[in-house]
């Protein structure tokens, strides 16, 4: 005692004292050093070191999964769904080999090391018991630790336990705190007026609603609101306000304004904030405490199970169920993490922790409604890990009660719910379904074993049973409903709460019955008390009739689809056999006066109520009570309720048929069906009912189908183990092939299908019943069923819909066309039935009926308004069964009545005056194959002889009565229509094709140049060249025309607005990064935004994609007029999200292709050539004379004074120039007297100029601006862009260039050129010559020095240089001659001036080809090389010799050509594209190769030759080198031409759980709470870089123009220019995001690139099936990113997937 009080008096002073001091220390590193090293002090006396009680570690891991975390289960291994590994323990134990599943846990621990969790593989290796521990263990962990720990141990920890519990779950704001802590510090402490206001998580309020109300009420910032809002969410808690307690409490006033919903503040002195902080510290503490020492687990174990005789002897773990949610979120989560790592983990205690969860059960749940809310951090979720124990629960149950417990709490909160026979919305009290679930856990799949049923637990399980029944007692009849009538209901009732309850309790309920079944004794007790509940649950009244009926009409009365109670009596029976109990003994009552029929008939009767109750709603009589009953009617036979209701109704209903006589039991269900005058046979079935005469008819003849529906059910369907002599396997099996017989399904579907089935067992089930087909590409396979289960279908399967009948009819008709089995079908066209087992046999009395007999005769004789197909074909079916019955029993009584041949009374005549009508063809091969066998009983009575298979010809009277003729006339005229029709189509298809024949041309040509090259010669063809002054000038034939798709019109050919208007195309344009070099860099080239100074290359661009369809434009204002008059003043949101109309995008009327702007479609002008065609043009001319041009125009001093004065550009006013085009360039102009020449059509010219804006505001991301002199080179790296990536796109796809070429493709390009060029003409020369001389000095000006900012040659890619340099040329030419004296022709100087560009870019790519080749390493030559090979060497080696005084050769010479090809390539075809756009010159026919199309621009067949041949060029090459040293220093190989080697997109690992552990790792760097990060909860990897990404969060977000985005969205704007492709990785599916308006930010999302086994994806993960990377499917994401139709992919599933509209895509 002495020892006892020194170390609490010890205690209580150092918490006192340091507890303050902590709280002003909060934030730093080591705040909590000082405190732990005193507590280690006060442990050890001083006389000992705490690490030295550390020992081994536990072999539980019981590591605590955090939320979204990866965890795994193994589907071979596992005792129960629940049991998981941590994703170290699974990668390290046998598992890996196992079919498992992957799953993001919600919380719990991992179960490696439990040996009740797993049947194999309970350890991982790095738990596997050691042997001394194997061989030692019974020895006590408390051993290893030092003396002194043992005896101070147990005090000391219960006094810091004690305090933790205490201050952590001080729930209220009073000032005091116990007395022994009022010492030092606290005391002083609590002499001042310091308070905190504190702002708790209730889980009620969102993030926005916490938001706006602190920074509405407090003023705060927008930043800081959230800061303290995501605080609140991880910790629970946090400090909104510190100073006096007046002041704290106006706060709070502020924060709860009358307008705003309440936030939890409650105001706290600085001194219990203190201690709370401190005791979590503490507690944190004795955490990593237990963690290390076994024995100091056991310690705390002890303390915590310690009574506390002040608490009434409770311990301090009641205390902290009974306290449970009254703490913060940080504080509840800290005491989880404690109890799970110390007495959970201690197997010694692990029952006590279970023990004192069963006691506080009640009082624990009724606290967590009333507190926190959140149940991964609340003591609820420690029942998963004990209620799974198998051990555990059954000592549970014996001595504690635990199912007793359980179902007492679920009562109460049922008696809550339950108001006057409603239920109330049972879903806001969470806590009943913790009780579902729990008692799901308890009554696990596995059913004690026989030994396992002593009389202890049968008695304790009984008395459980008793309170489950009172449970059921409360939902007998609840949401009962009356048939309305005259006018609809008013409003609709509520029926969701009781279904949704039934639906969580099913599982438990059939568990109950397996539970139930299991011992012989407990299955008489529970059927006892089951049946006594039944009887005592409603009075009956009866009838006086023989035999008598239930006064009950449904319809008058109420009736509800709830009798859980009869249900349960019918689940049990089915157990009868196996204990060898008689039903009629189950079934007898005691000491009650009732006879036996009408005990009978009183357990039929609410089973029937449900069955007829569906049967009328279905058939609309119930439609004035609204969709209320139509819902729960649905799930009542149909859905999630299907197996615990409508199954156990029909399995009661056999029960009653087995026993009770088959004259009564046909005699309820006509009653209850209301057809009682039917059967007799009145002239008038209708009387009695109170509808109307055409409803009361229709009605009657729906409820008969009914009726005769339900006899087949009970004749037919035995497929259920305890009735059938059938397994569970056999009935899933039946299921399976019923779903499959309708249609294939893929394994998900089918799972979801079947969704009340264990997925194991479905594909335990599967290989029986389906074949497995994968297609082609590997994506989705899909099950059919099995041929030889095609027999076993029932086409009136009592899971069947009647749309489901309706498809399995079809199915049934295209099987028998195409089956070669077809004739063995009608052999025998019914499925046989399993055998009964020996109790239900009674059923089979049915059969032998007289009544049942006289049904059949009322359904058989022919009356228009009593009889509908369904019905005879249900007759049929019934008959059809009753023989196949026959034939298995051996009895002949259904069809000695029925083929009697007394007149009138024959059910043999009846069908065979029904085989005699076509009305009833569908149903030939069943009638015939009935009347056949009851033809062959009639012949045998009669004594006719028969054939040797004992089966009567019945064919030749058919014939005499029904003759072939009109069978072989209809067969005839529908072959002669047929043939008419098809001999109208051909003559329609030829009268099409004569008067629209040129539009087939056009759609099936695939280059537009087709026509030109019709008109030459092969001589012609093989001359072609498209650059330089012989140059090819043929124009075109005329044009093919276009119809416009608004107006039909055809299109104006000549350039000028023809009397229907211009024609354009629609086109997206975009900002794109498609061929960046380096995508981890892409933020440098996507932030610049200026591409008057580009490098040239093409690592940012403007593309532009058109989906080809042509209208005019004044048709197209027209539209987008009319679209826009739609909409404003009232836009409607969703529709401006998906087309942002108001800001010119527009869907194109035809395809829906996404637009946001027109392109017009521009002729080509060709003029005849002036001069010879011999004139060539050298470097040195072309360079000199361009330069003296712009130098005239603009001169360098007057450029560098508008740059100094930032004076923007003239825009588009001329200045006349002077007459210096024909001095430069006399050899190449023919001067003429100036005419007028013809002014720009002005709608052609608003077209351009609308077109080219778009490209400057969209390119540069920029306002509009008329005067800006960037237009014109955006719009020319728009056409250098858009051709390159095709040709890549092609490239990558493995399609030819040319050949795939369509016309609408080549119009696109064409127009896009043209267009271009039509704006060079209006360019100012200022401009222009600006333009000139950036280019000029970049490729013919002096070599820049390392220093320079001026870009090497080697970074500039040459297809682009081209395009810069031609327009550049050739719009100072036009320009200059505009402004002549004379009128000048300029076509020679122009395609002279292109084949020097061409020359030069060139020579610009051999120099990148050629740095890229490395020295030779060894002399030795593998194959002898060509002479394009020893070329290419020669020029290698002068090249190197211009930076290396040493000679050197190359690695490889041979294959030098080959290398040179593949690099030239992608430029020539981009090349020969262009130009061919700009000239209109046919393309070389079919797909040219490199010769050809070095041919077809000017070029040798090996281009080196121009370095070879030309001093010029060479020089020009040694002019470069200054700039080139550092790639030959450094080995850069990192040149233009490259990028086309590289890949657009990340390589993803090959297993998808490699992605979802890189997730679990990834903590967001700006989620800091405390000095700990939190893992982000969506993680988002993007595609096009591999970045990580916290998403979706708070704390992550930025603003972009005033708009607060997300990290994903504001890290594409420099990724990927505003459009975005990323993996989502918790969630496997890729978010594409169109980002380019902030404001209005669009997307959608897709499955990610992984499939399962069964070639699918998992989105969600809910199925959890191992993944693997598709690389098709991620080809398909490559090329949708390559082919810039992310935008129309986001547009399309907007379209699709509505809610994608409501989306927040820009906080992603």
């Known amino acids: 005692?002495?020892?006892?009080?020194?170390?609490?008096?010890?205690?209580?002073?150092?918490?006192?004292?340091?507890?303050?001091?902590?709280?002003?220390?909060?934030?730093?590193?080591?705040?909590?050093?000082?405190?732990?090293?005193?507590?280690?002090?006060?442990?050890?006396?001083?006389?000992?070191?705490?690490?030295?009680?550390?020992?081994?570690?536990?072999?539980?891991?019981?590591?605590?999964?955090?939320?979204?975390?990866?965890?795994?289960?193994?589907?071979?291994?596992?005792t129960d769904p629940t049991c998981v590994l941590c994703a170290k323990c699974f990668e390290n134990s046998i598992h890996v080999n196992h079919r498992y599943r992957m799953i993001t846990s919600g919380g719990g621990c991992c179960d490696c090391g439990d040996s009740e969790a797993w049947t194999s593989g309970v350890y991982c290796s790095a738990h596997v018991p050691k042997e001394e521990a194997s061989a030692n263990e019974e020895e006590d962990p408390l051993s290893s630790l030092p003396a002194v720990v043992m005896s101070r141990g147990h005090v000391y920890f219960l006094v810091l336990l004690r305090y933790c519990l205490d201050m952590m779950y001080w729930g209220t704001e009073e000032r005091s705190l116990p007395q022994h802590l009022c010492q030092q510090a606290t005391a002083e402490l609590l002499e001042t007026d310091s308070h905190y206001a504190m702002l708790y998580n209730d889980e009620q309020h969102s993030y926005d609603q916490v938001i706006n109300t602190l920074t509405k009420n407090l003023k705060l910032g927008h930043v800081d609101a959230i800061g303290l809002t995501t605080t609140v969410d991880h910790k629970g808690r946090c400090v909104v306000n510190k100073g006096s307690k007046e002041e704290c409490q106006e706060v709070v006033k502020l924060v709860n304004k009358p307008k705003f919903k309440p936030l939890r503040v409650p105001v706290f002195h600085k001194a219990v904030v203190a201690h709370q902080e401190c005791a979590a510290s503490i507690l944190k503490h004795l955490d990593t405490l237990s963690l290390q020492s076994a024995g100091l687990r056991r310690l705390m174990s002890e303390a915590m199970l310690l009574p506390i005789p002040e608490e009434e002897g409770n311990s301090l773990l009641d205390l902290y169920f009974q306290r449970d949610g009254k703490a913060w979120k940080d504080a509840s989560l800290r005491w989880q993490n404690f109890i799970l790592h110390s007495i959970y983990i201690d197997s010694s205690h692990k029952k006590d922790l279970a023990v004192a969860l069963t006691k506080n059960y009640k009082c624990l749940l009724e606290n967590y409604s009333k507190g926190l809310q959140i149940r991964d951090c609340s003591a609820t979720a420690l029942s998963v890990q004990l209620f799974t124990a198998p051990s555990l629960t059954y000592r549970l149950i014996v001595e504690y009660d635990l199912l007793e417990v359980l179902f007492m709490t679920a009562k109460g909160f049922v008696e809550q719910s339950v108001e006057e026979g409603r239920m109330n919305n049972v879903s806001k009290s969470v806590n009943m379904y913790f009780v579902i679930y729990d008692l799901r856990y308890v009554l696990r799949p596995l059913v004690p074993a026989k030994e396992e049923w002593t009389s202890v637990f049968k008695e304790q399980f009984l008395k459980g049973f008793k309170v489950f029944l009172e449970l059921l007692q409360l939902l007998e009849g609840v949401d009962g409903v009356v048939r309305q009538r005259g006018e609809h209901v008013a409003s609709e009732v509520s029926w969701e709460p009781a279904l949704n309850l039934w639906c969580s309790m099913q599982p438990v309920f059939l568990q109950i019955i397996k539970w139930c079944q299991a011992d012989h004794e407990v299955m008489q007790k529970a059927v006892e008390m089951t049946l006594g509940a039944c009887l005592n649950s409603e009075e009956m009244s009866f009838t006086q009739t023989v035999p008598p009926l239930v006064k009950y009409f449904i319809g008058e009365k109420i009736v509800s689809v709830h009798y859980p109670l009869h249900r349960l009596l019918g689940g049990l029976l089915t157990g009868s056999a196996s204990h060898e109990l008689q039903l009629s003994d189950l079934l007898t009552v005691k000491d009650n006066n009732t006879s036996k029929e009408k005990v009978l008939l009183h357990l039929l009767e609410k089973p029937l109520r449900s069955i007829v109750l569906s049967g009328q709603v279905m058939a609309g009589m119930w439609k004035r009570n609204g969709f209320s009953v139509l819902n729960q009617v649905y799930n009542y036979q149909f859905h999630n309720c299907q197996q615990g209701m409508y199954d156990l109704d029909v399995v009661m209903i056999k029960t009653v048929a087995a026993i009770l006589e088959p004259?009564?039991?046909?005699?309820?269900?006509?009653?209850?069906?209301?057809?009682?005058?039917?059967?007799?046979?009145?002239?008038?079935?209708?009387?009695?009912?109170?509808?109307?005469?055409?409803?009361?008819?229709?009605?009657?003849?729906?409820?008969?189908?009914?009726?005769?529906?339900?006899?087949?059910?009970?004749?037919?369907?035995?497929?259920?183990?305890?009735?059938?002599?059938?397994?569970?396997?056999?009935?899933?099996?039946r299921e399976i092939l019923h779903c499959l017989y309708i249609k294939s399904y893929s394994h998900s579907d089918l799972v979801k299908q079947l969704k009340n089935y264990d997925e194991t067992d479905i594909s335990e089930a599967l290989k029986g019943a389906a074949v497995f087909k994968r297609n082609a590409q590997g994506h989705k396979g899909m099950y059919e069923i099995a041929p030889h289960c095609e027999d076993q279908h029932n086409l009136f399967f009592y899971h069947y819909s009647k749309t489901d009948q309706?498809?399995?009819?079809?199915?049934?008709?295209?099987?028998?066309?195409?089956?070669?089995?077809?004739?063995?079908?009608?052999?025998?066209?019914?499925?046989?039935?399993?055998?009964?087992?020996?109790?239900?046999?009674?059923?089979?009395?049915?059969?032998?009926?007289?009544?049942?007999w006289q049904v059949l005769l009322r359904i058989f004789k022919w009356n228009n308004k009593l009889q509908s197909e369904r019905l005879i074909h249900l007759g049929l079916h019934l008959c059809g069964l009753m023989i196949l019955q026959e034939e298995a029993t051996g009895k002949h009584d259904f069809t000695d009545c029925a083929s009697d041949p007394l007149p009138n009374e024959s059910l043999l005549d009846l069908l065979e005056d029904l085989l005699q009508q076509q009305k009833f063809e569908e149903n030939r091969p069943l009638l015939q194959w009935i009347v056949e066998k009851l033809q062959t009983v009639r012949q045998l009575r009669l004594g006719t002889p028969v054939d040797g298979e004992g089966v009567v010809n019945v064919d030749v009277p058919m014939e005499s009565s029904v003759p072939a003729v009109p069978t072989v006339d209809k067969t005839a005229r529908a072959a002669s229509m047929r043939e008419k029709l098809l001999k109208d189509m051909a003559r329609r298809q030829q009268s099409f094709l004569k008067e629209h024949g040129h539009i087939i041309d056009t759609l099936t040509t695939p280059p537009s140049t087709e026509s030109m090259k019709r008109s030459l010669s092969s001589s012609e063809n093989d001359s072609l060249c498209v650059v330089g002054p012989k140059s090819?000038?043929?124009?075109?034939?005329?044009?093919?025309?276009?119809?416009?798709?608004?107006?039909?019109?055809?299109?104006?050919?000549?350039?000028?607005?023809?009397?229907?208007?211009?024609?354009?195309?629609?086109?997206?344009?975009?900002?794109?990064?498609?061929?960046?070099?380096?995508?981890?860099?892409?933020?440098?080239?996507?932030?610049?935004?200026?591409?008057e100074y580009s490098p040239l290359d093409l690592s940012l661009g403007v593309h532009t994609n058109s989906c080809g369809h042509m209208m005019h434009f004044e048709c197209f204002e027209k539209f987008r007029d009319s679209k826009l008059k739609m909409q404003p003043p009232r836009l409607l949101f969703h529709q401006n999200i998906q087309v942002q109309w108001v800001k010119g995008e527009f869907l194109c009327p035809l395809c829906q292709f996404h637009c946001n702007s027109v392109l017009p479609i521009l002729p080509v002008k060709f003029k005849s050539e002036s001069k010879s065609s011999d004139i060539t043009l050298t470097l040195s001319e072309f360079t000199s004379a361009v330069r003296e041009l712009f130098n005239?125009?603009?001169?360098?001093?007057?450029?560098?004074?508008?740059?100094?004065?930032?004076?923007?550009?003239?825009?588009?006013?001329?200045?006349?120039?002077?007459?210096?085009?024909?001095?430069?360039?006399?050899?190449?102009?023919?001067?003429?007297?100036?005419?007028?020449?013809?002014?720009?059509?002005?709608?052609?010219?608003?077209?351009?100029?609308?077109?080219?804006?778009?490209?400057?505001?969209?390119?540069?991301?920029?306002?509009?601006?008329?005067?800006?002199?960037?237009?014109?080179?955006?719009?020319?790296?728009?056409?250098?862009?858009?051709?390159?990536?095709?040709?890549?796109?092609?490239?990558?796809?493995?399609?030819?260039?040319?050949?795939?070429?369509?016309?609408?493709?080549?119009?696109?390009?064409?127009?896009?050129?043209?267009?271009?060029?039509?704006?060079?003409?209006?360019?100012?020369?200022?401009?222009?010559?600006?333009?000139?001389?950036?280019?000029?000095?970049?490729?013919?000006?002096?070599?820049?020095?390392?220093?320079?900012?001026v870009p090497s040659i080697a970074n500039v890619e040459a297809f682009t240089l081209t395009v810069y340099l031609h327009f550049v040329v050739k719009s100072l030419v036009l320009t200059v001659s505009q402004n002549e004296d004379h009128s000048i022709e300029c076509g020679p100087l122009v395609a002279a001036s292109n084949k020097i560009i061409v020359e030069v870019a060139v020579c610009i790519l051999l120099v990148q080809f050629l740095l890229t080749i490395p020295p030779e390493d060894q002399s030795e030559e593998h194959s002898v090389p060509s002479d394009d090979d020893l070329l290419i060497a020669e020029v290698w080696c002068n090249f190197r010799g211009l930076f290396e005084s040493t000679a050197c050769k190359p690695s490889m010479v041979d294959g030098l050509f080959d290398s040179l090809k593949e690099v030239f390539f992608p430029f020539l075809q981009s090349t020969a594209l262009f130009f061919h756009c700009v000239t209109g010159i046919p393309l070389p026919e079919g797909e040219p190769g490199f010769n050809d199309l070095c041919k077809y621009v000017a070029l040798p067949s090996n281009p080196c030759q121009l370095l070879k041949t030309s001093t010029e060029y060479w020089q020009m090459v040694q002019k470069w080198c200054g700039s080139l040293k550092h790639f030959i220093k450094e080995g850069n190989s990192a040149v233009a031409f490259q990028r086309s080697s590289q890949p657009f997109m990340i390589s993803l690992p090959e297993h998808y759980?490699?992605?979802?552990?890189?997730?679990?790792?990834?903590?967001?760097?700006?989620?800091?709470?405390?000095?700990?990060?939190?893992?982000?909860?969506?993680?988002?990897?993007?595609?096009?870089?591999?970045?990580?990404?916290?998403?979706?969060?708070?704390?992550?977000?930025?603003?972009?123009?005033?708009?607060?985005?997300?990290?994903?969205?504001?890290?594409?704007?420099?990724?990927?220019?505003?459009?975005?492709?990323?993996?989502?990785?918790?969630?496997?599916?890729?978010?594409?995001?169109?980002?380019?308006?902030?404001?209005?930010?669009?997307?959608?999302?897709?499955?990610?690139?992984?499939?399962?086994?069964?070639?699918?994806?998992?989105?969600?993960?809910?199925?959890?099936?191992?993944?693997?990377?598709?690389?098709?499917?991620?080809?398909?994401?490559?090329?949708?990113?390559?082919?810039?139709?992310?935008?129309?992919?986001?547009?399309?599933?907007?379209?699709?997937?509505?809610?994608?509209?409501?989306?927040?895509?820009?906080?992603?």
Not at 697 to 717: D, I, K, P, S, Y
């Open 1 to 78: 005692l002495i020892q006892m009080a020194d170390i609490s008096e010890r205690l209580n002073r150092l918490l006192s004292s340091i507890a303050p001091d902590l709280l002003e220390k909060e934030g730093e590193d080591e705040d909590d050093s000082e405190l732990i090293k005193t507590l280690n002090e006060i442990l050890t006396n001083g006389e000992a070191e705490i690490s030295g009680g550390v020992d081994s570690q536990s072999t539980l891991c019981g590591k605590t999964l955090e939320v979204h975390e990866v965890a795994y289960c193994c589907k071979d291994c596992e």
């Open 663 to 733: 004259h009564a039991f046909l005699h309820a269900l006509l009653h209850k069906y209301r057809l009682q005058n039917w059967y007799q046979g009145n002239e008038d079935p209708t009387l009695g009912r109170d509808e109307s005469a055409d409803d009361a008819l229709r009605f009657l003849v729906a409820e008969a189908e009914e009726f005769v529906f339900l006899l087949n059910v009970v004749l037919g369907e035995h497929y259920y183990p305890g009735i059938g002599k059938v397994t569970k396997t056999d009935c899933l099996k």
């Open 806 to 852: 309706s498809k399995a009819l079809e199915a049934r008709r295209k099987r028998s066309k195409t089956s070669a089995s077809s004739q063995k079908t009608e052999g025998v066209p019914l499925a046989t039935p399993p055998p009964l087992c020996d109790l239900y046999r009674g059923i089979l009395r049915l059969i032998h009926s007289r009544t049942l």
């Open 1032 to 1091: 090819l000038r043929i124009a075109p034939e005329d044009p093919i025309p276009n119809t416009c798709i608004l107006c039909q019109g055809d299109d104006s050919q000549d350039g000028t607005a023809g009397p229907a208007g211009v024609p354009v195309l629609g086109v997206w344009i975009q900002r794109s990064v498609v061929l960046g070099l380096d995508k981890s860099n892409s933020s440098k080239s996507t932030d610049q935004s200026d591409f």
């Open 1192 to 1349: 005239k125009l603009m001169p360098l001093e007057e450029e560098e004074q508008m740059k100094k004065e930032r004076v923007p550009g003239p825009g588009c006013s001329n200045t006349t120039q002077p007459q210096v085009l024909a001095e430069l360039f006399p050899k190449y102009l023919k001067i003429e007297p100036k005419k007028n020449s013809e002014p720009m059509s002005l709608a052609v010219d608003s077209c351009v100029k609308e077109f080219t804006e778009r490209l400057f505001t969209i390119g540069l991301n920029t306002d509009p601006n008329d005067e800006d002199d960037r237009i014109c080179t955006t719009a020319w790296n728009s056409c250098s862009f858009t051709i390159f990536s095709y040709g890549q796109l092609q490239r990558e796809r493995g399609k030819p260039f040319f050949t795939t070429l369509s016309s609408r493709n080549m119009q696109h390009f064409e127009g896009l050129v043209r267009t271009v060029s039509e704006k060079g003409k209006c360019l100012d020369s200022k401009v222009l010559a600006k333009q000139a001389r950036h280019i000029f000095d970049l490729i013919f000006g002096e070599a820049p020095d390392d220093s320079s900012d």
């Open 1553 to 1708: 759980a490699d992605l979802l552990k890189k997730a679990t790792a990834f903590t967001c760097k700006r989620s800091v709470v405390g000095s700990l990060k939190d893992a982000a909860t969506t993680v988002i990897q993007c595609l096009l870089c591999g970045e990580l990404l916290c998403c979706n969060s708070y704390c992550c977000q930025e603003k972009i123009k005033e708009v607060s985005v997300g990290s994903f969205t504001k890290h594409i704007q420099s990724c990927g220019a505003g459009f975005g492709m990323g993996l989502w990785i918790r969630e496997c599916r890729v978010v594409l995001v169109n980002a380019v308006d902030v404001e209005v930010t669009r997307g959608c999302l897709m499955p990610a690139p992984y499939l399962d086994e069964y070639g699918e994806s998992d989105p969600g993960l809910k199925s959890g099936h191992p993944l693997t990377l598709h690389k098709e499917s991620l080809k398909n994401l490559q090329d949708l990113w390559q082919s810039h139709e992310l935008s129309g992919k986001i547009t399309s599933e907007l379209d699709n997937h509505r809610e994608y509209l409501r989306f927040p895509w820009n906080k992603l």
